[in-house]
């Protein structure tokens, strides 16, 4: 594997623990961003009661836009951070108020051929995350060590997990409420487990993000077989973001040449497996510490009710079995048609 970062105490750490906390923006910066959020405000299709990635958005134009406008901001950064790596889709993740908001513990979808590369995310809140006055308002959640746990290809669907079964302890017991203040980045791998809870606060938590490869590392979709034994690899670029959405990728990838077959095999564990993998790990980076939030504040759930990704509603979805896995997944009948 290739480095990822320039500083070699950061680049160990995230090997090791598959995610690092850095200074990333300034304070006029946060403001600037801040800024051009509220100039063409959240996309047309947001509900504004959940959580919403720009990527979610069905309306092209308006994401094309946005990275217009961020890409300057952004791209300059990257330089005295990383080692060649490029940013395939800036973007915002806007948290808003109330009990449906929080994402449920998961790992991001494999982007690269990750027997070589690493893909990952910079997460970087625009506002202070953490308790705010005794609030949540919808801080990152890791499982510190977990991108090492399993090699496992994450096709572009939520319920392919690897620690399915777990998830009421990685909530409980395994995941560690990680504070940043304004302007300071989650680094994190794609593979790294991680969750957030509802926003809890009065204010919307706003956070940009973006999406990183390797400068030499091909951009890639998987989506699995039916037999769940094998995978298609679809070579895909910058605009598969913005051209593209969740809902349009449920039916195929359209536009982009399948380039592979990749054989797989699900990975199995119990929770107690699990368990013993997430305590051989160490305290996390050295960047992190100090900024783990108290065991007093564990919570026991993240979300009220299972609800729509897509509009936010709960109907007809109130007779869901609903786990701490579910709720990144559904569609009410009417979004699914």
Known sequence: MRRTFLDPQLDADFEEYGFVVVPFLDAEQVAKLTELYWEDGPAPDDPRTTIFFDFQSEVAEFKQKRVEK?????DPLLDDLLDDHHCFFPNYIMKWPGDRSGFAAHQDTALVDESRFKSLTIWCPLTDTGL???HDNGMLYVV??????ADWVRA???GDFAFHGSEQDIVERHGVGVVAGAGEAIVFDHRLVHFSLPNDSTEPRLVVAMGIRPGDAQLTHYRRHADDKAFDAYAIDD???TTLNPFLLREGVPGYEKIATVPSTRPTFTPAEFSALCEAVGPGPVSAQGRYVSDAHRPDHINADPFCLRCGSNEGLED???GEHGNVQYLCAACAA
């Open 156 to 158: 572009h669907e939520p």
């Open 320 to 322: 869901v079995e609903h």
């Open 70 to 74: 961020l890409r300057p901001l952004l």
């Open 239 to 241: 605009e598969y973001f």
């Open 132 to 134: 705010i006055d005794g």
């Open 144 to 149: 510190p060590g977990s991108h090492r746990f």
